[in-house]
């Protein structure tokens, strides 16, 4: 099956964090395809990138970027896609600086921002089976099987002291 998801980030560094979302994509069994693009240092292809992907049967992009991360805001502009932002955790202030410039999209243009980190790009996967769930009951599925078992292993260790 063609991709459904689009995983973009700015820079290869930021693979260790998005793999995350990658890895949920397909424990999920969601069709995704990834892929660096910078905002900054590919602006072309950015606009590209986000021009075709609706066309290219994309249903929704999850956008991945540290630092001055203007990589998920500037792809919500160029495409009716829903964006899904992962801050990416920065080496010089943690990750709040990549949180602030992916969350504090003015009105108009929407990103749905999530955590920072390994918890944000695990969730951007969930989310993406969520919202994809209404069109492929299958993903629904998935998403419900996933959060069943989640519980039942908290259920099943209650001791913390016990590995
Ligand atoms: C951003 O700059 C990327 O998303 C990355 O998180 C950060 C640093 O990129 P590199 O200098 O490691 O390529 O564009």
Redesign the pocket.
């Known amino acids: 099956m063609s991709p459904l998801v689009g995983v973009i ?6 693979w260790p ?1 998005m793999s995350h979302t990658a890895e949920t994509l397909e424990k999920l069994g969601i069709p995704h395809e990834v892929t660096v693009v ?4 590919t602006p072309d292809l950015l606009f590209s990138y986000a021009e075709q992907a609706e066309s290219r049967g994309l249903r929704l992009i999850i956008a ?8 998920p805001g500037m792809c919500a502009a160029k495409t009716h896609l829903p964006v899904l932002g992962v801050p ?1 955790q ?1 080496s010089m202030l943690s990750g709040v600086d ?1 949180m602030l410039s992916i969350v504090q999209m003015p009105a108009g243009i929407p990103v749905a921002t999530l955590a920072i980190g390994k918890a944000g790009a695990i969730n951007a996967g969930l989310l993406a089976a969520s919202i994809l769930g209404h069109e492929f009951p299958d993903y629904h599925v998935a998403l419900k099987a996933f959060r069943e078992q989640q519980t039942q292993t908290v259920l099943d260790n209650p001791d913390p002291r016990l590995p």
């Open positions: 980030m700015g820079s290869k560094s930021d964090t910078s905002a900054h240092r991945g970027a540290g630092g001055a991360a203007h990589l990416v920065s990549s």
